[in-house]
């Protein structure tokens, strides 16, 4: 049987997502996990395979990962028990066999959280708008070969209690794309930069890139196969863990947030 997650992790002490040897890493974690339980003996054998890489301290709350595995009842039941702390599965599926997230995806979403909150919202929204459609992103990523044109469907800022968000939806991302896109934004909203600059960027013949903001703001947010993922149930073991983490990262309120209401919702107390 092949299953797919949906995974949230705090990315602060990995070094990225993408399987590297001797680093500590999201998909390294998560195949040693179904190592231990027998899930399978060999990850390439059982599909081991992720929606999409994250760079090291970008974190996630709807990144997708699938396996094929004849013990399915153990992955669902045990699985969440042997991840760490900071990484674990939201919901599940049975798939197809030939599921693959990277490729069944439709969107991605990520969120950026700016622990900013006297920036000029509005003026950012405006700016924002400006990247819908298909454009050259080239200015704003490091395209390492590929093709510098991706389409977006939705960018949108608001501020929300201590951060302004930045919230992008798109087919397909390049290297630091979205987190160029944040510095831009970031400079419209500080009022040292405007809609003209922000086209003239997207013509995509600029002698500089734009840097990309800091790793640590960046979320994962979403990831669309067009699959319905079954909510885990939040063991409390899981709910003091996501409560320190909490405390510890700043950052991550509202991804722990939701996590914890996930598990209000599911019935479970302390």
Known sequence: MRLAFQVAYIGTGFAGSQLQVGERTIEGEFIAACERLKLFDNWREAGFCTAGRTDRGVHAFGQVCAFSTDQSERAITALNQQLPRDCWCRGFTNVDDEFHPRYRARTRTYRYYLAETDLDCEKMGGAGHLFDGTHNFSSFARPEGRNPY???QMVRVWSDRDFTIIEVRGESFLWHMVRG????????????ATETDVNRLLEGNCEQRVPPAPADGLVL?????????TPFPMAARQDQQLRALHHHYRVLG????LALQEKKNSGHSD
């Open 150 to 152: 991706r389409t977006l």
């Open 181 to 192: 896109m944040v510095t831009t934004l970031l400079d419209v909203g500080r009022g040292t």
């Open 221 to 229: 947010w979403d990831v669309d196969c067009g699959t319905f993922f």
């Open 254 to 257: 509202e991804i722990t947030g």
